[in-house]
């Protein structure tokens, strides 16, 4: 097996990108934070003290995904066209999906990952004072396009 962020030492590297075709790349993911149904009312209603949550998760998460290149070892710093993060209520969770865009020679799924990640840790952050017990989970990768290995939607097997 051969590794590509392994050289012939043993070392890491970063992969070499720059022989690959420039292409429009998009990626949407998706990840859920579960909470008491009094935390998720006080988010609707206004009453949380640090303030909007949802606006301030946004943000977060759109300035996580500009980030990740300096969260993830060996992960390529790439310039971001679009990026966006929305929000859906449920009765005890919300879900936060993210869309992410570039014309780059390699792909965007961590920025959209990185986005829902930061979006639902500054839930929880904003949160915390009221419900402890609150949940991240069900972070994936819903779809991403371009480059060499095509277009991915998941559970499309």
């Known amino acids: 097996?051969?590794?590509?962020?392994?050289?012939?030492?043993?070392?890491?590297?970063?992969?070499?990108?720059?022989?690959?075709?420039?292409?429009?790349?998009?990626?949407?993911?998706?990840?859920?934070?579960?909470?008491?149904?009094?935390?998720?009312?006080?988010?609707?209603?206004?009453?949380?003290?640090?303030?909007?949550?949802?606006?301030?998760?946004?943000?977060?998460?759109?300035?996580?995904?500009?980030?990740?290149s300096d969260l993830i070892p060996m992960c390529h710093n790439i310039f971001i066209s679009n990026i966006d993060i929305e929000f859906k209520i449920n009765e005890d969770n919300i879900e936060i999906f993210s869309f992410a865009k570039t014309a780059s020679q390699t792909g965007i799924e961590m920025e959209a990952l990185t986005a829902v990640n930061i979006a639902a840790l500054t839930i929880y952050d904003m949160c915390k004072a009221v419900d402890r017990e609150m949940e991240i989970s069900e972070i994936y990768l819903l779809e991403k396009s371009g480059g060499k290995s095509g277009h991915f939607i998941r559970g499309d097997d």
């Open 1 to 68: 097996m051969e590794f590509t962020h392994i050289d012939e030492n043993g070392n890491v590297k970063m992969v070499d990108v720059s022989k690959k075709e420039i292409s429009l790349r998009i990626a949407r993911a998706h990840g859920k934070i579960k909470m008491k149904r009094a935390t998720l009312m006080a988010i609707i209603n206004g009453g949380i003290k640090k303030g909007n949550v949802l606006t301030t998760a946004k943000i977060a998460g759109i300035m996580g995904a500009k980030k990740t």
